[in-house]
């Protein structure tokens, strides 16, 4: 009898595919969410770069991304009891620029204020003009107590022209134009006194006549006689 060899088969064994544990899935989800978030924030970023161009806003301190010479910016302060807004104008090109607008209470100043802030920029010498808007709450003028038509903005201690331009809903509202920066207040105005000039008494010494007498000289003249008389008369 022939024996027959049996074949032997192999078995292939088929891995089967493990899945991930939950932590891991956790981990991408968070991964891709950190990613979108700084997405998120780069992307308005650059939209609040751009918005900054166009328009200050906002903070005390404000960033100017580029403006070129002759062109006018308007912003608006916030932090700075008093100042409003208003409008920068540059007289040369400006980069990555920064005015800052900060409140100082050190500023000496004797007479009943507002408020006392400092403006500040090492892009000073590229800005040609700034006009600020103010505007004070009538309550807060009561208490200081300054009237309103006492209201002048000071540089350095030194008077700026201060317009009033309206008064509305409890607040009143000045203008004001710079051409460069410091130390400012809002405060009362500087009363000037003017004193008379003091007028000296003239005396005035009486002036004496002086009488200048004359005196009439006569001359009489001697009638020549004799022979020399005789001589002239054939002459006359």
């Known amino acids: ?3 027959k060899k049996r074949g032997v088969r192999k078995r292939v064994s088929k891995k089967k595919e493990v899945a991930p544990p939950r932590k891991m899935k956790m981990r991408h989800k968070q991964s891709w969410a950190i990613i979108g978030i700084f997405f998120l924030l780069s992307v308005m970023t650059i939209i609040s770069l751009q918005e900054q161009e166009m328009s200050l806003t906002g903070n005390a301190v404000q960033t100017v991304g580029f403006i070129k010479a ?40 004797t007479r009943p204020f507002y408020s006392k802030f400092t403006i500040s920029s090492e892009d000073e010498n ?5 006009k600020l808007n103010l505007g004070l709450e009538q309550t807060k003028l009561d208490r200081v107590p300054l009237s309103k ?8 201690g030194n008077p700026i022209e201060t317009t009033m331009s309206e008064v509305k809903d409890g607040t009143v509202y000045y203008t004001a134009t710079i051409t460069s920066f410091g130390d400012f207040v809002i405060g009362k105005e500087e009363v000037v006194i003017i004193k008379a000039p003091v007028v000296k008494e003239v005396v005035v010494e009486p002036v004496v006549e002086e009488t200048v007498i004359v005196e009439e000289v006569v001359v009489v003249k001697e009638e020549e006689s004799g ?10």
């Open 227 to 236: 022979f020399f008389a005789w001589v002239r008369s054939l002459f006359e």
């Open 149 to 156: 038509f006492d209201v002048q903005l000071f540089q350095d």
């Open 126 to 130: 590229k800005i040609a003009s700034l």
């Open 1 to 3: 009898m022939v024996k």
């Open 70 to 109: 002759g062109s006018v910016l308007d912003f608006q302060v916030q932090g700075v009891p008093g100042l409003n807004d208003g409008t920068v104008t540059f007289s040369e090109d400006v980069r990555n620029g920064v005015i800052k607008f900060e409140e100082n209470k050190n500023i000496p100043f």
